[in-house]
T-cell receptor
Framework: KQEVTQIPAALSVPEGENLVLNCSFT??????LQWFRQDPGKGLTSLLL?????REQTSGRLNASLDKSSGRSTLYIAASQPGDSATYLC????????????FGAGTTVTVRA | DADVTQTPRNRITKTGKRIMLECSQT?????MYWYRQDPGLGLRLIYY???????NKGEISDGYSVSRQAQAKFSLSLESAIPNQTALYFC??????FGYGYTFGSGTRLTVV
């Protein structure tokens, strides 16, 4: 069974600082990894999807890297803004979980103005 | 209109009552999923369906049942609700194939009293 861990569980930074969010997974036989954003009590918004053959994916201020062999992904958010405050979830799709998404518990980010 | 629509958005029900959560999608995806989210536990898969005639149990299916009425509709039922089923419930869809990401609905907040 795939286990997905996100550390830290919570993070507070001043506005303008770069954010680094970590995700680790136990089985490297994955198809892809997806990063989501969730605002309190709301649904999940997909941020980036990285295929297993890719090393990184970028969208605006967001950059996600993937090191499949070590079971790690990192989401970088440049020049953070108060509007980036949310919970960020990492989810992995692979053979160990029957090709369905397995989620980490998330990292809750607060960006202080 | 949202690609994946869940109804109701919020529901309070009493212990022992039967309740149905509904999901409809306009993405044209074959695969649909039901997840529940509890604080600190991430999202856990309840049931999933790869097409209208294919329904499978997820990690935590006890106490739940589903119906795939059409390609675009997937309902989750709690036959006899209990307080520990209080959670945020999400419906998601994905295309056939493993290289694609998931699209989530906005969620249903269910409280069982």
């Amino acid at each position: 069974k795939q286990e997905v861990t996100q550390i830290p569980a919570a993070l507070s930074v001043p506005e303008g600082e770069n954010l680094v969010l970590n995700c680790s997974f136990t089985d490297s036989a994955i198809y892809n990894l997806q990063w989501f954003r969730q605002d309190p009590g709301k649904g999940l918004t997909s941020l980036l999807l990285i295929q297993s053959s890719q090393r990184e994916q970028t969208s605006g201020r967001l950059n996600a890297s993937l090191d499949k062999s070590s079971g790690r992904s990192t989401l970088y958010i440049a020049a953070s803004q108060p509007g980036d405050s949310a919970t960020y979830l990492c989810a992995v799709r692979g053979r160990a979980n029957g090709y369905k998404l397995s989620f980490g518990a998330g990292t809750t980010v607060t960006v202080r103005a | 209109d949202a690609d994946v629509t869940q109804t109701p958005r919020n529901r309070i029900t009493k212990t022992g009552k039967r309740i149905m959560l509904e999901c409809s999608q306009t993405k044209g995806h074959d695969r649909m999923y039901w997840y529940r989210q509890d604080p600190g536990l991430g999202l856990r898969l309840i049931y999933y369906s790869f097409d209208v005639k294919d329904i499978n149990k997820g990690e935590i299916s006890d106490g739940y049942s589903v119906s795939r009425q059409a390609q675009a509709k997937f309902s989750l039922s709690l036959e006899s609700a209990i307080p520990n089923q209080t959670a945020l419930y999400f419906c998601a869809t994905s295309p056939t194939g493993f290289g694609y990401g998931y699209t989530f609905g906005s969620g249903t907040r269910l409280t069982v009293v």
